[in-house]
């Protein structure tokens, strides 16, 4: 089973400052198709999960242009530029390559 | 707009059933593979179950495997989930979403399983 590391576990961050997520998979995440199936989700409290970013670097449409996400292979990265109070709640890395694995979540407040 | 509307949960006691149902809206619903996901009270996210678009292929997460059944109408725009012998381990809330990579949320329906 592919194994999702994200660190770190919770990020506490100064409203308008940049916040960065690290997600790692124990394989990588490249599919026999040639596309990376690395998805971000947002749960903000008391909300359902909503998808932010698609295949690594995809933004949903919606998402603000602060979140981006980059990386390959077995590491990856959600940045957001800067932060906003709407931006709290947990985010999540999941893999669709190899079956379907989520990260344990960060947990993302504001000091 | 797409919306995904779960209902079906509820309190049951452990060795016993529910069924699930996901009632989807705004897209063309057989064109894409649909998913469960599940969070425990205080947990993270677990991926459950999906099927794809024609029903021929389903998959399920190790430890649902023999107790739970994803199925679909797509004349009906619906997706279920039958679950059986539960356990404590399955109180969560259960969302069912568009797509193996998980592109919209429905906003959930919880699932107690307790004496």
């Known amino acids: 089973d592919v194994v999702m590391t994200q660190s770190p576990l919770s990020l506490p961050v100064t409203l308008g400052q940049p916040a960065s997520i690290s997600c790692r998979s124990s394989?990588?995440?490249?599919?026999?198709?040639?596309?990376?199936?690395l998805n971000w989700f947002q749960q903000r409290p008391g909300q359902s999960p909503r998808r932010l970013i698609y295949?690594?670097?995809n933004r949903e449409s919606g998402v603000p242009d602060r979140f981006s996400g980059s990386g390959s292979g077995t590491d990856f990265t959600l940045r957001i530029s800067r932060v906003e109070a709407e931006d709290v709640g947990f985010y999540y890395c999941?893999?669709?390559?190899?079956?379907?694995?989520f990260g344990q979540g960060t947990k993302v407040e504001i000091k | 707009e797409v919306q995904l509307v779960e209902s079906g949960g509820g309190l049951v006691q452990p060795g016993g059933s529910l069924r699930l149902s996901c009632a989807a809206s705004?897209?063309?619903?057989?064109?894409?593979?649909m998913s469960w996901v599940r969070q425990a009270p205080g947990k993270g996210l677990e991926w459950v179950a999906n099927?794809?678009?024609?029903?021929?292929?389903?998959n399920y997460v190790d430890s649902v495997k023999g107790r739970f059944t994803i199925s679909r109408d797509n004349a009906k725009n619906s997706l279920d989930l039958q679950m059986n012998s539960l356990r404590a381990e399955d109180t969560a809330v259960y969302y069912c979403?568009?797509?193996?990579?998980?592109?919209?949320w429905g906003q959930g329906t919880t699932v107690t399983v307790s004496s």
């Open positions: 999941m893999q669709g390559t190899h079956w379907w694995t």
């Open positions: 295949r690594v670097s």
């Open positions: 979403a568009r797509g193996s990579n998980l592109g919209v």
């Open positions: 705004g897209f063309t619903f057989s064109n894409y593979a």
């Open positions: 099927i794809k678009q024609d029903v021929s292929e389903k």
């Open positions: 394989q990588s995440l490249v599919h026999s198709d040639g596309n990376t199936y």
